[in-house]
């Protein structure tokens, strides 16, 4: 979004910021409404979703220019945005795409450029998806990435998600002090999943302004997801969790 409209204190450590929409970003919301959201809808299998969205990716959404990208066996991406050197500190970026679709490749634009303007190198590990693979691959797999960047003396300094990203974001942060390892200094949850316990069709009808997600494949991906465990966990839903003792968190969200 562009053109910050307003900032309204919330609390002593809290800001809300309200912002404008550009010509840009109405495009992209339709684009959203009316192609990706119908599709969402249409299309039952994860793997064609997959490669429909891996497309579109490739469509848009491009890599700082002057970055470096090393890319792992997996898929998994290290981007070096320009003027950071291999000593700079990692940003942890876990991508979203309701625990189904979505890969570092598709999210690498994006988390470039905030690497870019945070000054840090953006690590996306490749975890793996639902159905082939559900609840609890994606958070172990996540932690295992966490616990590995410690060991490699490369902590992150941030870790941030979008989606599906921002809760194995907050689980991972959650399970690493529990670990008693080295939490990052800040986390970004970037209109996180936090409670999928929820009604989902009734949430999705009192928020008619829902550009991007049809309540059908909310439905399908939860179920694909959890695979019948405890909707309250907090390892799906960490809404539920003790979340005192954790680092200074940005969310952003919308009232759509």
């Keep these: 979004m ?3 409209a307003q900032a309204q204190s919330v609390g002593p450590h809290r800001k809300v910021m309200a912002f404008r929409p550009g010509l840009a970003d109405r495009a992209l919301r339709r684009i959203a409404r009316y192609g990706k959201k119908p599709i969402l809808a249409a299309i039952p299998s994860q793997k064609v979703l997959r490669l429909l969205f891996a497309l579109a990716a490739r469509l848009g959404g491009q890599i700082t220019p002057g970055s470096r990208v090393d890319i792992e066996a997996d898929g998994s991406r290290l981007i070096t945005p320009p003027g950071l050197g291999p000593d700079a500190p990692v940003l ?16 690498a634009g994006m988390a470039s450029h905030i690497a870019r303007a945070a000054g840090l190198r953006v690590y996306l590990p490749r975890y793996p998806l639902a159905p082939e693979a559900p609840f609890p691959a994606a958070p172990e797999a996540c932690l295992a990435v966490y616990r590995r960047l410690v060991a490699e003396d490369t902590p992150p300094v941030a870790l941030a998600g979008d989606s599906a990203g921002g809760n194995l974001a907050l689980v991972t942060a959650l399970a690493a002090r529990v670990e008693g390892l080295p939490l990052p200094r800040a986390l970004a949850l970037l209109g996180p999943v936090v409670d999928q316990s929820a009604d989902i069709a009734a949430r999705v009808a009192a928020a008619p302004q829902e550009h991007l997600i049809p309540a059908a494949w909310a439905a399908r991906i939860v179920t694909s997801y959890a695979a019948g465990h405890d909707l309250t966990d907090p390892r799906l839903s960490p809404i539920f969790a003790d979340l005192s003792a954790l680092p200074p968190t940005l969310i952003q969200t919308a009232e759509g």
Excluded: D, Q
């Design 2 to 4: 562009t053109l910050p």
């Design 92 to 107: 942890l970026y876990l991508h979203g795409g309701g625990f189904t679709i979505g890969s570092p490749a598709t999210h």
